[in-house]
């Protein structure tokens, strides 16, 4: 299973990582059923003009420039727009694993080093380690800026 590919940054420090889902969602789920058929309820993509559906393939992304006028996007352009800067965890401080109370931790992501950056990262996991501290910064995730933690655990990282 391929990770999501990215990198540790602070001052001039940059360390090429990957990241891999830490834990499994285990919920509960439902499924919502018409109650006189018992049949799943589907939510059909349809084209406003002609009303047929729209599979996945017959979608794609655009951005509103003007009322009615886009420009069309997809995910490999989107993604060549990225800088290294966007897809790096950038540390903005070290604090004491006290300071940050676990409430706010969603979900957990084991930081693995790509090639070349093993040593880098084990020896600012260890000083970590050493001093009690984690890394707190930010990263982009999907489109957005969230706030994240870097913790030692254990021989690991974990964000």
Known sequence: MAGRKGAIAFGLVYIPVELFTATQDDAVRFNQLAKDSMKRVRYVK??????????????VKGYQYEKGK????????LDAIKTD????????????MADVPPLYFEKPYQVVAQAGGEKALELLRRAMVDEGKIAIGTTVMGNSETPIALIPHDDDLVM
């Open 46 to 59: 349809t084209c406003p003009d002609c009303q047929r559906e729209l599979k996945p393939d017959d979608i």
């Open 70 to 77: 886009y420009v069309v996007v997809d995910d490999a352009e």
């Open 85 to 96: 800067a966007d897809r790096a965890m950038k540390i903005v401080q070290f604090s004491d």
